[in-house]
């Protein structure tokens, strides 16, 4: 596996998981699976709709108990008998899809401190953790006693990631978070996130959609495909399977598309480009 250097924080360790086991609808989402997460890695989790990257997410931290298999964290198997869950939540938090569809506090302030209270923080620690984590995210200060209801869709998403981030988590996942925002704000909340992982330390597992979000931020990505993860590596490794991810529903990210056609029609390109930055280069180079 890609990055198997650095020190693991989290295993996966040959997890099986069924819905509905006795009922008609019985579906197993993930079948023998294995997966890392590293320390200060950023992991792009993609798949098709069904392939059992949310299932594998509340694995993670605990929400969904695998069947068989069993997770690990700082080496210790989360399921002895013993072990702390709610810490283990506290570490490795979780950003739903649309997380402002769960905010209800009546200012930002008092929504980003519930989560460090929750967790055991005193009154003032809570509102050092928030107010850091406030400013992390990039919310000016008026917002500060703003009800988190009057703010932009964008600026809501920024509250619900500096929640999870107010309780300290040494691991973020975060389910397309950039899920029904127009293209300045995606752009801005992915850099955002990068901005995160780079200042704090943070690991990262984002589950994205976007091939372009993944290629230009993962250190690694993860493809998983009906219950299980087909592949595990660097991301040009991964997109030049883009002929296979195209059968499973996906896709490479579109600069790929480009410089293959201009490789076929005979412009001595790499191939592997994928993202914009990097395909100027590539054509700046060829015609200069």
């Known amino acids: 596996m890609a990055g198997d250097k650095k020190k693991i924080k989290l295993i996966a360790d040959h997890i099986s998981f069924e819905y509905d086991k006795s009922g ?3 579906h197993k989402a993930l079948d023998d699976v294995s997966f890392v997460v590293n320390e200060g890695e950023f992991v792009g989790l993609i798949g098709h709709t069904g392939s059992g990257k949310s299932t594998l997410m509340q694995q993670l931290n605990a929400l969904l108990k695998p069947d068989k298999g069993t997770i690990y964290y700082d080496g210790l198997d989360i399921y002895e008998k013993g072990y702390d869950r709610k810490e283990l939540r506290r570490r490795v938090g979780l950003v739903f899809q649309y997380p402002e569809h769960q905010l209800f506090e009546d200012t930002v302030f008092n929504e ?6 929750n967790f055991g923080m005193d009154k003032k620690q809570s509102e050092l953790s928030a107010y850091a984590a406030i400013k992390k995210v990039g919310l000016p200060d008026e917002c500060f006693y703003h009800s988190p209801f009057d703010l932009s869709g964008g600026q809501k998403r920024r509250v619900a990631i500096a929640s999870v981030l107010a309780v300290k988590p040494e691991i973020l996942i975060m389910d397309e978070p950039t899920a029904g925002l127009d293209p300045k704000g995606r752009e801005e909340l992915m850099e955002m996130i990068l901005s995160l992982k780079e200042s704090e330390g943070l690991s990262i597992v984002l589950v994205s959609h976007s091939m372009e979000d993944v290629a230009k931020l993962a250190d690694r990505i993860v493809v998983m495909d009906k219950g299980h993860i087909v592949y595990d590596d660097e991301p040009k490794k991964v997109f030049a399977h883009y002929k296979e991810l195209e059968e499973m529903g996906l896709a490479a990210p579109e600069m790929m598309y480009v410089m293959q056609e201009l490789k076929a029609a005979g ?3 790499r191939t592997d480009v994928t993202d914009i930055e990097e ?10």
């Open 279 to 288: 395909a100027k280069e590539e054509i700046l180079r060829i015609v200069t």
């Open 112 to 117: 980003v401190c519930f989560g460090p209270k």
């Open 24 to 26: 008609a609808n019985r």
């Open 267 to 269: 412009f001595n390109v």
